[in-house]
Each structure stands twice: as structure tokens, then as C-alpha cells.
């Protein structure tokens, strides 16, 4: 199924960027971490975490980028490409959170010919707030053409 296009034209800064949420549970941990074979025990094993001074098991680095990227490319449509993106993991998700990913458009600017817009990402919960920021480069297509 193709996704809806937006073209770099259409864009304003500082506009929002459709983000959703989900409910961390035990399941969600449990099928993250078998699909991803991240077996580190400090994201299923209690003892281990709480040992190495957390106060729980956590959800991957890798699963919060995905879901960081799932915002951008959500957005971007099918046309729209994800150039460059760079995260901070200065929090934890964990279970009982509700993890909440959105995005901003900081600024958009035509580089070589290709139009880009560069955003502000991140993840939070109802815990901690902010717990991954991050920023995604992506070039879009332009109604007016370009050199991808």
C-alpha cells in the first residue's frame, strides 16, 4: 500500500509531525527482545538491572529508535528519504509506561539540489518526560523536481 506523498513545498516550520503511543507491557518486552535477539539481561532480568543501578528492566536502545524512526518515515511518504538521524537515550522506558513518540519541523533548506527538511524527534513517557530526544534529516520530493 502506498503512503500519502508530501512534497518539501508543502511543509512549515515548526509543524507538528503525527506521532503516536504505546502501552509498554511485559508482552511488548518480550516480543522486542526475541525479535531483536538483544538477550542483555538488563532488559528482562530484574535482578541484573537493579544490580547495575536501575530501577527496572527497559526497553532496547534499538527498539527506541525504531520507534523514533516509524515517526519520520510515517511522515516522510514512500518518496521522501531518511538521510540522517541522531538520538540521545537520556531516559528509560519501562514497563508500565506509556511511551509517547512526536516530531516538529525545525527547518527546511535546498542543499546540492535536494530540498530537506530537518526535524525534532523524540520520545517520552508519563514518568520522565522527555527520555529520548533526537534530530532526522530527510529530503523530500519537490514539486518542482530534483536531482534524486
Known amino acids: 500500500?502506498?503512503?500519502?506523498?508530501?512534497?518539501?513545498?508543502?511543509?512549515?516550520?515548526?509543524?507538528?509531525?503525527?506521532?503516536?503511543?504505546?502501552?509498554?507491557?511485559?508482552?511488548?518486552?518480550?516480543?522486542?527482545?526475541?525479535?531483536?535477539?538483544?538477550?542483555?539481561?538488563?532488559?528482562?532480568?530484574?535482578?541484573?538491572?537493579?544490580?547495575?543501578?536501575?530501577?527496572?528492566?527497559?526497553?532496547?536502545?534499538?527498539?527506541?529508535?525504531?520507534?523514533?524512526?516509524?515517526?519520520i518515515t510515517d511522515w516522510m511518504g514512500d518518496e521522501g528519504w531518511l538521510r540522517k538521524l541522531r538520538l540521545e537515550l537520556r531516559r528509560q522506558n519501562r514497563i508500565g509506561d506509556t511511551m509517547v513518540c512526536k516530531g516538529r519541523v525545525a527547518s527546511k533548506y535546498v542543499q546540492d539540489g535536494d530540498h530537506y527538511v530537518e526535524c525534532e524527534v523524540w520520545a517520552e513517557n508519563q514518568r520522565e518526560g522527555i527520555t529520548t530526544p533526537g534530530r532526522a534529516w530527510v529530503i523530500l520530493p519537490s514539486r518542482e523536481g530534483s536531482q534524486r
Open 1 to 71: 500500500m502506498k503512503s500519502r506523498q508530501i512534497y518539501w513545498e508543502d511543509i512549515e516550520v515548526e509543524e507538528e509531525i503525527p506521532g503516536y503511543d504505546m502501552e509498554i507491557d511485559a508482552r511488548r518486552m518480550v516480543l522486542q527482545l526475541s525479535g531483536s535477539q538483544d538477550h542483555y539481561p538488563i532488559h528482562f532480568d530484574r535482578n541484573f538491572a537493579r544490580a547495575a543501578g536501575h530501577e527496572d528492566v527497559f526497553m532496547s536502545s534499538g527498539f527506541t529508535e525504531a520507534a523514533l524512526v516509524r515517526v
